[in-house]
């Protein structure tokens, strides 16, 4: 069954802390988003990458940093956690064409104290 | 700039009746997709089903169809026959031609009372 992994369902982290969110594909997409999910917001892009070490900023990108150094995996790295990125993390690939839109990852929720 | 727009934040539905989630969006591209994706409180996001811009039909999965109105750029779910297990977030996503990312709305909670 293709999947996309979080590595962590939930994770609680102190301010100040870096923190590391992994996410694996075992689909060979090219494409990896991350996204950051808060209520009342929706889904908000945080980067993405089309390839392999290429990144692209999305919408809210600031505070937030992401590595692609194997086709499977992009992490997403928070410099120094603070409590307004207290949030549900969530992954996606996909393929590039094909107009199937995306398979995301369980999610992890990030609580930041 | 593109966006979605889902007015609805909550719905009830009685089970085993239809119901209707709206979407607008706002984009000047010719061509596009839409995308409906359900998250129960597990977390996942599940794919439901997708419109492309010049598809002549209006697209139907099993229980779900859109109802694609372009003049009025509104791309609404309906889910037919509700079950108690629709109860679920449901995001209206679009992605334009040539891009690979999606721009979503912010959801409507949809409860299956039985």
């Known amino acids: 069954d293709v999947k996309v992994t979080q590595s962590s369902r939930y994770l609680v982290k102190r301010t100040g802390e870096k923190v590391f969110l992994e996410c694996v594909q075992d689909?060979?997409?090219?494409?990896m988003f991350w996204y950051r999910q808060d209520p009342g917001l929706g889904l908000r892009l945080i980067y993405f990458?089309?390839?392999?070490?290429?990144?692209e900023k999305g919408d809210i990108p600031e505070g937030y940093s992401v590595s692609r150094e194997k086709k499977e995996r992009f992490s997403l790295i928070l410099e120094s956690a603070s409590t307004n990125q207290t949030s549900m993390y969530l992954c996606?690939?996909?393929?590039?064409?094909?107009?199937?839109?995306?398979?995301f990852g369980s999610g992890t929720r990030l609580t930041v104290v | 700039a593109q966006k979605i727009t889902q007015t609805q934040p909550g719905m009830f539905v009685q089970e085993k009746e239809a119901v209707t989630l709206d979407c607008t969006y706002d984009?000047?591209?010719?061509?596009?997709?839409l995308f409906w994706y359900k998250q129960p409180s597990s977390g996942e996001m599940i794919f439901l089903i997708y419109q492309g811009s010049y598809d002549q039909q209006n697209a139907t999965e099993g229980r779900y169809s859109l109802n694609f109105q372009k003049a009025r750029k509104s791309a609404n779910l309906v889910i037919s026959a509700s079950q108690l297990g629709d109860s679920a977030m449901y995001f209206c996503a679009l992605q334009r031609a040539g891009s690979y990312q999606l721009t979503f709305g912010k959801g409507t909670k949809l409860s299956v009372i039985p």
């Open positions: 984009t000047s591209d010719p061509s596009y997709g």
């Open positions: 996606a690939s996909s393929w590039t064409g094909g107009n199937y839109g995306y398979t």
């Open positions: 990458s089309y390839d392999v070490k290429m990144k």
């Open positions: 689909m060979d997409h090219e494409n």
